[in-house]
């Protein structure tokens, strides 16, 4: 008789979500002859549609139109344990979940447990700011505080690194500034957007795009400002530079951390990101062990895309291991972040590990192509929409 292999996934968002989907999917005659299980851990019952808390901030949008429950978004085949991970032992291949001393061992392992905000590293932070980082719910607070303004400065950007979905800073800035031209009293309001980096843009090509709109649009900007600390009461920011900055509203994006049991661990950075090879994910030190998307030590973006690419990557391995045929699948380093300009409009910030981030113009087209990825997230994490995936991402979906 044969042992039953059993796959573990921590984290149900994007890249725990298409991973377990195509391994359920592929997988299925296996699981049905009880010689493969998949079991899937998060705590979480709901996820969001995280690019939504841009619309949730600025737009309005209800929370609610952006949340779905996992278990409408599960594959048959994957177990669903409604638990926090506390531990994971690679060594002696087990996990342990909060309020539990039940070891749950595994034979494949993939961690996808993203990143969230963490406002411990900026004294005064957490008091002083609202951002569409944590979740759509505190998204929507950011919405309430710009419908009663009526003059005023608001300073938005990057309040520390790392922190993902790289352009979404300068999203809002330009989101802002629409919706008080729509609301007939932009010249009343004064945006400032801050930045560590020492252009508007990390990269070179998009900074070339977006200047000449930031300028066009009377959007100041300060680059090179290292967020230190904030004070609440006298509404001022000052920068590790020795600036220091007043704001009416501060709509900040934090700096972002790891998920907790992965500091301090073994196969960690000092900070807790994962250590994996940067083509096939898996965890340095260990076999058939892997990390993907926002928890990874990779210095790329921290956004969907790669998280789903990777999924595909690994969960390939995994097949091929299992089956005994290819598993030499590696991700390419494509990221693909929208960058919303205002106004129907929109760019790309389009790269790999060989291939610098592309100049891309905003246009409407771009900005229909982002509405299409809304429409069909959902499903795509399930698997649907892989034949697209391909299509679209070519040789960039992976390397075989
Ligand atoms: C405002 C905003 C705009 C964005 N826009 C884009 C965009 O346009 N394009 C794009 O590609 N990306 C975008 N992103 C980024 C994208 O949403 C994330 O990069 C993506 O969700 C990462 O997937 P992940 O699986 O790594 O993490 P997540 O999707 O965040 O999932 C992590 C999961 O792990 C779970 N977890 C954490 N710790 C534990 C534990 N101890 N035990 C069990 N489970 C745990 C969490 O509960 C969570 O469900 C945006 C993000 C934001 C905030």
Request: glycine fraction near 8%.
């Amino acid at each position: 008789m044969i042992r039953m292999k059993k796959i573990a996934i921590i984290g149900s968002g994007a890249g725990g979500l298409i991973t377990s989907s195509k391994l359920a999917k592929e997988l299925s005659k296996e699981i049905k002859n009880e010689e493969v299980s998949i079991t899937l851990y998060d705590k979480k019952t709901e996820q969001e549609f995280q690019p939504g808390y841009l619309e949730v901030a600025f737009r309005g949008t209800d929370p609610s139109k952006i949340k779905k429950r996992v278990n409408k978004l599960v594959n048959p085949g994957v177990n669903m344990v409604y638990e926090n991970v506390e531990k994971v032992d690679l060594a002696n291949r087990y996990i342990r979940t909060e309020g539990s001393d039940k070891n749950r061992d595994f034979d494949y392992l993939v961690i996808s447990t993203g990143a969230s905000p963490d406002y411990e590293q900026i004294p005064g932070l957490k008091e002083a700011n609202r951002d569409f980082h944590t979740n759509a719910d505190k998204s929507s607070l950011i919405y309430n505080e710009i419908s009663n303004i009526k003059s005023g400065k608001i300073v938005v950007g990057i309040g520390g690194l790392p922190y993902k979905c790289p352009p979404s800073p300068n999203e809002s800035a330009f989101m802002l500034d629409e919706y008080f031209t729509r609301k007939g009293i932009r010249d009343k309001v004064e945006i400032v957007y801050v930045t560590p980096f020492t252009r508007i843009y990390s990269a070179e090509s998009i900074s070339e795009v977006i200047e000449p709109i930031y300028k066009n649009r009377s959007i100041e900007s300060i680059t090179t400002f290292n967020t230190d600390t904030v004070d609440p009461e006298k509404k001022e920011i000052t920068s590790l530079e020795g600036e220091t900055l007043k704001y009416d509203h501060l709509f900040l994006t934090p700096p972002h951390k790891t998920a907790g049991f992965l500091k301090g661990s073994e196969y960690s950075d000092e900070d807790g990101w994962v250590k994996v090879d940067k083509k096939d994910l898996h965890i340095t030190t260990y076999d058939n062990a892997f990390a993907i998307g926002d928890t990874t030590n990779i210095p790329i973006s921290k956004a969907g895309v790669e998280a789903h690419l990777e999924g595909i990557v690994v969960g390939s391995n995994i097949i091929g291991d299992i089956r005994g045929t290819d598993k030499n699948y590696k991700f390419t380093g494509r990221t693909q972040c929208s960058m919303e300009t205002g106004f129907h409009k929109a760019t790309f910030v389009v790269g790999t590990y060989d291939r610098p981030v592309e100049k891309i113009e905003p246009s409407r087209m771009n900005y229909m192509e982002k509405k299409v990825m809304e429409e069909i997230y959902w499903s795509s994490l399930r698997g649907h929409y892989e034949w697209l995936f391909k299509y679209h991402f070519k040789e960039d979906y992976f390397l075989d």
